[in-house]
């Protein structure tokens, strides 16, 4: 197995939404293999989502988490942890959560050791002062891709050949509320308990930007696109993330899912009965992972939304906000 | 036969902020405080159990018991109440002053929440919700295969079990209710998420604290390396949280006070998060087990001076100062520690982030942890 090493920097940045509103976020940034005396240059250059974290079950994975501050706030000098959601048996060292171990403060660097045994869809986000950080923005997504692709070639969801798939896409979900967004970029403070998001993002954009392409120059910090794309008879998984604060029904117009994983674990019975499941609604808590594949029907456009009909808007307005396309193209 | 009384009737609740919440609970007696949640009801599959309610509150009070069958009351099934041809009650309840006798005899094991089936929409919120744990027919805590969930070969064996009860607080209906004003409950906003009653950081407080004298249950989880730890979420609320334990995946075995079992078929899964939904009920065992880091199979990687690094910033701490389990370390100075001798910390709280504030602050709400100890009293994690 290979060893892993990254470096993520703690900053600050902002992201734009289709109606022009431009928001100021916290998260991390990608400056792995950067020279020393250079990674102050990607201060304030966060990036929604965070970079996607991939290894291979059995890696070893050192991942540097370097507090680059925020150029925008300078007075606010958080600390800044990285929580691996949902890995087992973790000691609490690098489980993140500073109330029972270390936090990074400004200037600092914390190597976080994972040793991955489970493959599936998982989660990293900071767990300084949740609540703030994680709306901010310190949220990214997280695969362990099983050893069954090295073994044999190909792609699987986890270690079983019933899971195959020649295609994966991320349908990572999270929310906006403008208003804390806006108040911390301007030094105040904001009730927790007032939070009511107007936005509603895939991969850190809202509809029609989710359909944008990935690395687009008009969206330099939501470098992700969820637009999927498939030939016809193709399997395709799609990883589906929670990170928000409210529960989410996403379905796909034309297409059934079939769940094959919860949570970064097979739907196996204890005694391998295959408990996968077909579904038209992917319902999601916050917290949560679903794994789950289809084969691309006929070659035209299946819309991705939110069956929760209010957030297929952005303040207000439709359409926007949590809805994407899986774009199926005739068999070269 | 056990019987049980609960006491419908007011208190104040304390939050962690210095809230003093008007309330209404059960009581243990009529002498004692309003308890949030109500006592726990623990019965036995197969024994019938009589559950005496004296209503001290100034409207009608009942108490339901969801997935029981045949409750009585004198010696007929419980029936809904109707005052001036509206539906009142759920169940025959007791009027101010009044009282009112359930029977029931609960036919298989599991967890199950009792609440008031008066006016629910604002009765449960107010308070009047608690805790039914059935043991099964064979249960005997003193053999370990008997010592179980479902009863002995449902693979439902434990060590230590923990009781975590979800609810929320909207302080202003709370008050309108106290002040004798309408209760609108379209306006039902919480500002606080409980566990057990209590918000954290009051949640990692032991059981029977005398300055909670409203809310006598902890909802600190405790156990030993290897351990089966049973716990059993309530959705005592109106609202569904997502609780989500660091430190390993839990296995659901019973959802809504059924064995996850078709026949031969073990229908258990594990997941990093569940979704406890209002009135549902789930048994899980969570099990940490550990990677073996120890002085002498160090950790891979070297740690920063720590006068470098953040700790403590909240002015407390959970941690032993050492990556070692079982090892104390130094903590810097200023800092106080919580840590006993070493022991592991895994943080256990609702994935709707808000929902581990204080009324917007952060640590507080629908927050606690599990405490994985190198040795731990058998008398911790038993269930009263």
Same mark, same amino acid.
């Given at each position: 197995?290979?060893?892993?090493?990254?470096?993520?920097?703690?900053?600050?940045?902002?992201?734009?939404?289709?109606?022009?509103?431009?928001?100021?976020?916290?998260?991390?940034?990608?400056?792995?293999?950067?020279?020393?005396?250079?990674?102050?240059?990607?201060?304030?250059?966060?990036?929604?989502?965070?970079? *996607?974290?991939?290894?291979?079950?059995?890696?070893?994975?050192?991942?540097?988490?370097?507090?680059?501050?925020?150029?925008?706030?300078?007075? *606010?000098?958080?600390?800044?942890?990285?929580?691996?959601?949902?890995?087992?048996?973790?000691?609490?060292?690098?489980?993140?959560?500073?109330?029972?171990?270390?936090?990074?403060?400004?200037?600092?660097?914390?190597?976080?050791?994972?040793?991955?045994?489970?493959?599936?869809?998982?989660?990293?986000?900071?767990?300084?002062?949740?609540?703030?950080?994680?709306?901010?923005?310190?949220?990214?997504?997280?695969?362990?891709?099983?050893?069954?692709?090295?073994?044999?070639?190909?792609?699987? =969801?986890?270690?079983?050949?019933?899971?195959?798939?020649?295609?994966?896409?991320?349908?990572?979900?999270?929310?906006?509320?403008?208003?804390?967004?806006?108040?911390?970029?301007?030094?105040?403070?904001?009730?927790?308990?007032?939070?009511?998001?107007?936005?509603?993002?895939?991969?850190?954009?809202?509809?029609?930007?989710?359909?944008?392409?990935?690395?687009?120059?008009?969206?330099?910090?939501?470098?992700?696109?969820?637009?999927?794309? =498939?030939?016809?008879?193709?399997?395709?998984?799609?990883?589906?993330?929670?990170?928000?604060?409210?529960?989410?029904?996403?379905?796909?117009?034309?297409?059934?899912?079939?769940?094959?994983?919860?949570?970064?674990?097979?739907?196996?019975?204890?005694?391998?009965?295959?408990?996968?499941?077909?579904?038209? =609604?992917?319902?999601? =808590?916050?917290?949560?992972?679903?794994?789950?594949?289809?084969?691309?029907?006929?070659?035209?456009?299946?819309? *991705?939304?939110?069956?929760?009909?209010?957030?297929?808007?952005?303040?207000?307005?439709?359409?926007?906000?949590?809805?994407?396309?899986?774009?199926?193209?005739?068999?070269? | 036969?056990?019987?049980?009384?609960?006491?419908?009737?007011?208190? /104040?609740?304390?939050?962690?902020?210095?809230?003093?919440?008007? #309330?209404?609970?059960?009581?243990?007696?009529?002498?004692?405080?309003?308890?949030?949640?109500?006592?726990?009801?623990?019965?036995?599959? $197969?024994?019938?159990?009589?559950?005496?309610?004296?209503?001290?509150?100034?409207?009608?009070?009942?108490?339901?018991?969801?997935?029981?069958?045949?409750?009585?009351?004198?010696?007929?099934?419980?029936?809904? +109440?109707?005052?001036?041809?509206?539906?009142?009650?759920?169940?025959?309840?007791?009027? @101010?002053?009044?009282?009112?006798?359930?029977? #029931?005899?609960?036919?298989?094991?599991?967890?199950?929440?009792?609440?008031?089936?008066?006016?629910?929409?604002?009765?449960?919120?107010? $308070?009047?919700?608690?805790?039914?744990?059935?043991?099964?027919?064979?249960?005997? @805590?003193?053999?370990?295969?008997?010592?179980?969930?479902?009863?002995?070969?449902?693979?439902?064996? #434990?060590?230590?079990?923990?009781?975590?009860?979800?609810?929320?607080?909207?302080?202003?209906?709370?008050?309108?209710?106290?002040?004798?004003?309408?209760?609108?409950?379209?306006?039902?906003?919480?500002?606080?998420?409980?566990?057990?009653?209590?918000?954290?950081?009051?949640?990692?407080?032991?059981?029977?604290?005398? /300055?909670?004298?409203? +809310?006598?249950?902890?909802?600190?989880?405790?156990? +030993?390396?290897?351990?089966?730890?049973?716990?059993?979420?309530? $959705?005592?609320?109106?609202?569904?949280?997502?609780?989500?334990?660091?430190?390993?995946?839990?296995?659901?075995?019973?959802?809504?006070?059924?064995?996850?079992?078709?026949?031969?078929?073990?229908?258990?899964?594990?997941?990093?998060?569940?979704?406890?939904?209002?009135? +549902?009920?789930?048994?899980?065992?969570?099990?940490?087990?550990?990677?073996?880091?120890?002085?002498?199979?160090?950790?891979?990687?070297?740690?920063?001076?720590?006068?470098?690094?953040?700790?403590?910033?909240?002015?407390?701490?959970?941690?032993?100062?050492?990556? /070692?389990? $079982?090892?104390?370390?130094?903590? @810097?100075?200023?800092?106080?520690?919580?840590?006993? #001798?070493?022991?592991?910390?895994?943080?256990?709280?609702?994935?709707?982030?808000?929902?581990?504030?204080?009324?917007?602050?952060?640590?507080?709400?629908?927050?606690?942890?599990?405490?994985?100890? @190198?040795?731990?009293?058998?008398?911790?994690?038993?269930?009263?």
């Amino acid at each position: 197995m290979a060893t892993v090493r990254k470096r993520f920097g703690a900053t600050d940045g902002w992201v734009v939404m289709p109606d022009s509103t431009r928001h100021y976020i916290f998260g991390f940034v990608d400056i792995t293999g950067v020279p020393e005396d250079r990674i102050f240059e990607y201060r304030g250059r966060a990036t929604l989502l965070a970079p *996607l974290l991939q290894v291979y079950e059995g890696d070893e994975v050192y991942l540097t988490l370097t507090n680059l501050g925020f150029p925008n706030r300078p007075d *606010l000098d958080d600390t800044h942890t990285i929580h691996w959601h949902g890995f087992p048996n973790q000691i609490p060292i690098w489980d993140g959560v500073p109330e029972a171990s270390i936090s990074v403060p400004v200037g600092r660097d914390f190597t976080y050791y994972y040793r991955p045994l489970d493959p599936g869809t998982y989660i990293y986000h900071c767990h300084f002062e949740p609540v703030e950080h994680i709306q901010m923005g310190m949220v990214g997504p997280l695969t362990v891709r099983p050893r069954l692709e090295i073994d044999l070639g190909g792609k699987f =969801a986890y270690n079983d050949e019933s899971t195959a798939f020649d295609r994966e896409a991320l349908v990572f979900l999270t929310e906006l509320d403008a208003e804390p967004h806006y108040l911390l970029e301007n030094v105040q403070e904001f009730d927790w308990t007032e939070y009511s998001p107007e936005y509603w993002l895939i991969n850190g954009r809202s509809y029609p930007d989710t359909v944008r392409p990935a690395a687009d120059p008009s969206l330099p910090m939501q470098p992700y696109s969820s637009l999927i794309e =498939a030939y016809e008879g193709e399997k395709v998984l799609l990883r589906f993330v929670n990170l928000g604060y409210q529960q989410h029904s996403i379905q796909v117009l034309g297409i059934s899912l079939k769940v094959v994983g919860l949570d970064a674990r097979q739907l196996r019975g204890y005694n391998g009965e295959d408990l996968s499941r077909w579904r038209n =609604a992917i319902f999601i =808590a916050a917290g949560q992972t679903v794994d789950a594949i289809f084969t691309a029907p006929s070659a035209g456009i299946y819309p *991705l939304y939110n069956r929760n009909w209010h957030k297929n808007t952005n303040a207000g307005k439709s359409f926007g906000g949590m809805i994407t396309e899986i774009r199926v193209l005739p068999a070269p | 036969m056990p019987v049980i009384n609960l006491w419908a009737k007011e208190g /104040y609740l304390s939050t962690p902020d210095g809230n003093s919440i008007y #309330f209404w609970g059960f009581a243990k007696e009529e002498t004692g405080p309003a308890l949030l949640p109500g006592p726990h009801i623990i019965a036995k599959q $197969g024994e019938t159990v009589t559950v005496n309610l004296f209503n001290t509150l100034s409207e009608p009070v009942s108490v339901f018991f969801p997935g029981q069958t045949a409750v009585m009351v004198e010696e007929r099934p419980v029936q809904p +109440q109707y005052i001036n041809g509206r539906l009142k009650s759920f169940v025959n309840h007791a009027e @101010p002053g009044g009282t009112v006798s359930y029977t #029931f005899t609960p036919t298989h094991p599991g967890t199950f929440v009792y609440e008031s089936g008066s006016s629910p929409h604002k009765q449960v919120p107010m $308070g009047l919700y608690g805790a039914l744990v059935v043991r099964p027919a064979d249960y005997n @805590p003193d053999v370990r295969e008997y010592r179980t969930a479902y009863g002995a070969g449902t693979d439902t064996e #434990f060590e230590r079990e923990y009781l975590l009860i979800t609810g929320e607080i909207d302080p202003q209906l709370h008050q309108a209710v106290e002040e004798g004003r309408p209760y609108l409950v379209n306006r039902y906003l919480p500002r606080y998420w409980t566990l057990n009653g209590r918000c954290a950081v009051d949640t990692m407080m032991m059981d029977d604290v005398d /300055y909670l004298p409203h +809310q006598p249950y902890g909802s600190m989880v405790m156990g +030993q390396p290897g351990e089966k730890i049973l716990m059993r979420y309530i $959705g005592a609320g109106v609202d569904n949280h997502p609780l989500h334990p660091h430190g390993a995946h839990t296995r659901v075995i019973g959802k809504d006070g059924r064995l996850l079992r078709n026949g031969g078929t073990d229908l258990s899964y594990q997941r990093f998060t569940v979704l406890v939904g209002a009135g +549902q009920t789930y048994d899980l065992i969570y099990r940490w087990e550990g990677l073996g880091f120890t002085p002498d199979n160090p950790i891979p990687t070297t740690l920063p001076n720590l006068r470098n690094m953040g700790i403590g910033d909240a002015g407390w701490t959970m941690w032993s100062g050492s990556p /070692y389990f $079982g090892v104390k370390g130094d903590i @810097p100075v200023g800092v106080i520690s919580y840590n006993e #001798f070493g022991e592991y910390y895994f943080m256990l709280h609702s994935h709707e982030e808000l929902q581990i504030t204080n009324w917007g602050e952060f640590p507080g709400g629908m927050m606690t942890w599990i405490a994985i100890y @190198p040795s731990l009293s058998p008398d911790i994690g038993v269930l009263k």
